[in-house]
C-alpha cells in the first residue's frame, strides 16, 4: 500500500495548522495590538533592542506564517519560526514552568518543535515547493545534459 499521500497528507495539516498559528500572531502584532504597542511589551519584559525585535518577530511571524499555509520556502520558514520561538523560550518564559497559564513555554515549545520538524521535513508534495519543484529540478537536468553534449 502507498503511504506517500499519508505522509504528505499529515505534512499539510501539519503546515496549514502551524501556519495559521503563526499568521495570527504576526497579524495581531501588526494590526492588532499595534507595533508600538507590540515593542513596549517586547521591552517591559526585557528584550533587547525592542522595537527592532518586534518588528522582526511580527514579521517573520506574518510571512514565515503564510509561507507555512502555502508550502513555499517551508525549510528557511521553518527554521526562522524555530529561531523565534526559541528566542521567545529563553527570553521570556524559560524558568516559568510548562504551563502557559503560568507564564511556562509549553506554546512556544510546541511550536517551535513542530517548526523544526517542518524545517527538515518541507513542504511535502502537497505544497508549492512539492508541485514546482521537482519540474523546476527536471528543466534543469535536462539543461545541464544538453549543455555536457554541446560542451
Do not use: C, N, Q
Amino acid at each position: 500500500m502507498e503511504t506517500g499521500w499519508v505522509r504528505d497528507a499529515a505534512i499539510l495539516l501539519a503546515r496549514i495548522g502551524v501556519g495559521v498559528v503563526f499568521l495570527a500572531h504576526g497579524l495581531r502584532k501588526l494590526a492588532v495590538d499595534g507595533m508600538a504597542e507590540t515593542a513596549a511589551g517586547f521591552a517591559e519584559i526585557g528584550v533587547p533592542l525592542a522595537a527592532l525585535s518586534a518588528w522582526l518577530v511580527a514579521l517573520i511571524e506574518l510571512f514565515a506564517g503564510l509561507a507555512l499555509v502555502v508550502g513555499v520556502a517551508v525549510p528557511v520558514a521553518g527554521a526562522l519560526l524555530a529561531a523565534v520561538m526559541l528566542g521567545a523560550y529563553l527570553l521570556v518564559h524559560h524558568g516559568r514552568g510548562i504551563f502557559v497559564d503560568d507564564g511556562g513555554g509549553e506554546l512556544v515549545i510546541a511550536l517551535g518543535a513542530a517548526s523544526l520538524l517542518l524545517t527538515v521535513t518541507g513542504a511535502g508534495r502537497f505544497g508549492f515547493d512539492g508541485m514546482v519543484g521537482p519540474a523546476v529540478r527536471e528543466r534543469m537536468r535536462r539543461r545541464d545534459r544538453s549543455r555536457e553534449r554541446v560542451g
